[in-house]
């Protein structure tokens, strides 16, 4: 069982650029996120899904769009890349009950210069 | 609003000794309560977690946490600590009423256990 699985696991971007950030579960979980971690301020959650078709943003979603066109995956693209965007990413997924876990990605290391 | 809070950036332990990672938290109606650890350039793990019933809650690598509704508590513990324990450790909550993702976490605690 794969779980999460994200991909590029590092990633250098000059600013300005676009990419997409890959995001797979195998667990046919409705919920599936991405966070940003940054130093001393825990993760922050930037978008989220409750199913394919819906999605909705977080706590810091200027600069990036999703989209979940299946159940199982949940891509992340940065539109324009900026240097503020230099952060380790992690997708997660969660079963429908709402007290379930979360499941994270092994990351995703971007530095923008 | 949800908030949590992790009032140590670092917790120094030497091996053998008991630990304690603390978090507190805030939220409007009843929480979920969550520990995660995280290992360097990887990506977070469960340990455990609090949802209903006894306030002492067991997890994984000898691991447990005692929720406190009074003092809107949920310390992290463990009775002997080891070098392997070394490692990034996040607490999140969940406001039961809220489902989904609104789950935030707290900044994180960094556990050092020396030999």
């Known amino acids: 069982n794969a779980g999460v699985t994200q991909t590029p696991k590092f990633q250098v971007l000059k600013t300005g650029q676009s990419m997409t950030l890959q995001c797979a579960q195998d667990m046919n979980h409705e919920y599936m996120s991405w966070y940003r971690q940054d130093p001393g301020m825990g993760l922050r959650l930037i978008h989220y899904?409750?199913?394919?078709?819906?999605?909705d943003q977080g706590e810091v979603p200027n600069g990036y769009n999703v989209s979940r066109s299946t159940t199982e995956d949940f891509p992340l693209r940065l539109l324009s890349a900026a240097p503020s965007q230099t952060s380790v990413y992690f997708c997660?997924?969660?079963?429908?009950?709402?007290?379930?876990?979360?499941?994270f990605g092994e990351g995703s290391w971007l530095t923008v210069v | 609003a949800q908030s949590v809070a992790q009032p140590e950036d670092q917790v120094n332990v030497a091996e053998g000794n008991p630990l304690t990672v603390k978090c507190t938290y805030s939220v409007s109606g009843n929480p979920y309560l969550f520990w995660y650890v995280q290992y360097p350039n990887r990506g977070l793990q469960f340990l455990l977690k609090y949802i209903t019933g006894d306030n002492l809650v067991k997890g994984s690598y000898g691991f447990e946490a005692e929720f406190n509704k009074s003092q809107t508590s949920f310390h992290l513990k463990k009775p002997s600590a080891l070098v392997s324990d070394s490692a990034l450790y996040f607490c999140a909550v969940r406001d039961r009423n809220t489902g989904g993702f609104k789950t935030i976490f707290g900044a994180g605690t960094r556990l050092f256990v020396k030999a």
């Open positions: 899904s409750v199913g394919a078709g819906i999605t």
């Open positions: 997660a997924s969660k079963g429908g009950n709402s007290g379930n876990t979360i499941y």
